[in-house]
């Protein structure tokens, strides 16, 4: 059975660091592109980052660039992210999905970000 | 502001059908394939359909997608007050180099 956990969220101020995990289990991980979605509670998602199989490649959204970095490690089944800078915007609910050629089959259960002082 | 645009809510009685539409441009909806989530609220989004109209195994075939143009909708057939949820379009976007999502459909069963 396919398992995505998350953890790592919490309470931040804002310019504060926190790194999110997504525990991988269930699949063979490293031969799954991963990505980060967010969501505000009662908005709509919004894709965050990506990451290529051997992690030679990453790709950010445009509010995101240069303050998060996705990282993986295939010997862990883990996934990443970094998060810097962090500001009042960034509080979200921080999902990692596994893709499957363009779209995300299973989704973990999500962890929540807070930025606040 | 969302990449792709569907209407913040649709409705229905138990039996009908109803449509949820997605409405995105050439650089996405128009160049590649269409997806579409479900997500009960307080819980994790869940595949519902890919490439445009396909159904993961599990999904009922009350559920069909469809792509026109730069569109895309949802049907939802034989309504019933389980399928209350939020509902998402996406869709890759060549402009952005990102994955667009809609501001999601909330579908309320009356």
């Known amino acids: 059975e396919v398992q995505l956990v998350e953890s790592g969220g919490g309470l931040v101020q804002p310019g504060g660091s926190l790194r999110l995990y997504c525990a991988a289990s269930g699949f063979t991980f490293s031969s799954y592109w991963m990505h980060w979605v967010r969501q505000v509670p009662g908005k709509g998602l919004v894709w965050v980052s990506r990451?290529?199989?051997?992690?030679?490649?990453?790709n950010y959204a445009d509010s995101v660039k240069g303050r998060f970095t996705i990282s993986r490690d295939n010997a862990r089944n883990t996934l990443y992210l970094q998060m810097n800078s962090l500001r009042a915007e960034d509080t979200a609910v921080y999902y990692c999905?596994?893709?499957?050629?363009?779209?995300?089959?299973?989704w973990g259960q999500g962890t929540l970000v807070t930025v606040s002082s | 502001q969302s990449v792709l645009t569907q209407p913040p809510s649709a409705s229905g009685t138990p039996g009908q059908r109803v449509t949820i539409s997605c409405s995105g441009s050439?650089?996405?909806?128009?160049?590649?394939?269409a997806f579409w989530y479900r997500q009960i609220p307080g819980t994790a989004p869940k595949l519902l359909i890919y490439?445009?109209?396909q159904r993961p195994s599990g999904v009922p075939d009350r559920f069909s997608g469809s792509k026109s143009g730069t569109s895309a909708s949802l049907t939802i057939s034989g309504l019933r007050s389980e399928d209350e949820a939020d509902y998402y379009c996406?869709?890759?976007?060549?402009?952005?180099?990102?994955?667009?999502f809609g501001g999601g459909t909330k579908l309320t069963v009356l």
């Open positions: 999905a596994k893709d499957l050629g363009g779209y995300y089959d299973f």
């Open positions: 996406a869709a890759w976007d060549d402009s952005l180099s990102d994955v667009g």
């Open positions: 050439r650089s996405n909806i128009g160049s590649n394939t």
């Open positions: 490439d445009n109209s």
């Open positions: 990451i290529k199989t051997d992690g030679s490649r990453t």
